[in-house]
Each structure stands twice: as C-alpha cells, then as structure tokens.
C-alpha cells in the first residue's frame, strides 16, 4: 500500500513538471525580430514625416525561460543558454555555440536600439552617428534570422551537430564596446 502512494506521488510529480514546461512562454521568434525591425522602421518613418510616434523600446529577444520559435524549431532557454532546440539532436558545444552567438547577436542589437534611443533624448544629435547604429540595428536582427535559418538548414547534412558547431565558430559578432572612431563597425558572415 505504501509503495502505491509513492508511485502515485511520483506520477503526479511528473506530471506536475510536463504540465510546468508547456506553460513556458512559447514566442514565434520570426514574428517577434520583424516586429522589432518594423516598431524601429515606423518610427524612422514618422520622422521624415515630421510626425512624432513614441520611441521604440529596446528589448532582448532572447529571455531565459522562454521558448521561441524560428522556421518551426523551439529553441529552449533556460539561464541564458540555449539548452535544446526540439526535433534536432545537438551536442552540449553546438549548442553552446548556437548561445554564443544567438546571444551575443542580441546583445548587440539592444544595445544598438538602446543608444539610438539615449541619442534622440539628448538636445544635440548626432545624425550620423544614429544612422550608422540603425543600420547596424537591422543589420543584427536580420542576421538572427539569417542564422536561425542556416542552423535549419545545416541540420539536413550529415554530421549536423559538428557542421553546425564549425558554422557557428567561423561567424564573427561585433561586441557592443568594439568602437571605431567613434561609430561600431560591424561585420556579419553568412553561414557557409
């Protein structure tokens, strides 16, 4: 009899845990990074139009806990480190790579919105300067999806796990304090 009710316990422990991990906040990453693009986009725009639309706010895509979901593959968060990406079998280094620079991309693309941000509530601006981070902004987010679309692609070859791995260490990321005169370069690679 005893030996039931730590059964049942554990059942219900179990169950308890499934239920806690579908209630994870699951996001369509594609849709999220173009929105992000077009609030950044509208807001240039309402500018040349000389009308005025609340400055968009700097967020990061990636939040440990969540799932997102890019070309139909959930990438699984959790204390900032992609920990799965469902339906592919990746080892513990791909998927450290795919966190390096999933994050690091992202990183880079808050703290471009953040400074253009910080530019337009100062009196004095400098045009260029918030022209050379607006590119560098969609350039970041445009190369999250590039990524994200080459990792999906990547994992049809054979050996995907280490191709994807060799990708993902030949792919440079500019860092938010890589400085150039004063302007952030950047560079981004498309996946070989």
Not at 47 to 72: C, H, N, W, Y
Not at 145 to 167: C, F, G, R
């Amino acid at each position: 009899m005893k030996n039931i009710y730590i059964f049942a316990i554990l059942i219900l422990s179990f169950i308890h845990r499934a239920d806690a991990q579908e209630n994870i906040a699951t996001i369509d990453g594609n849709k999220y990074v173009k929105q992000l693009a077009d609030q950044r986009y509208q807001f240039n725009k309402s500018l040349i139009k000389r009308s005025r639309i609340q400055l968009p706010e700097a967020k990061s895509i990636f939040a440990s806990g969540s799932t997102l979901v890019f070309d139909g593959h959930a990438y699984v968060l959790k204390n900032n480190e992609v920990v799965e990406i469902k339906g592919f079998l990746l080892s513990k280094t791909a998927l450290s790579a795919i966190t390096n620079k999933l994050l690091m991309l992202d990183a880079f693309q808050k703290s471009c919105a953040d400074d253009v941000n910080s530019t337009y509530n100062k009196s004095t601006r400098d045009l260029q300067y918030v022209k050379n981070k607006d590119r560098q902004y969609f350039s970041a987010l445009k190369q999250i999806l590039s990524l994200t679309a080459s990792i999906s692609d990547q994992y049809q070859k054979p050996n995907a796990s280490v191709t994807i791995e060799m990708a993902m260490n030949k792919i440079e990321i500019p860092t938010a304090d890589s400085k150039d005169n004063g302007i952030q370069t950047i560079a981004l690679a498309k996946i070989q």
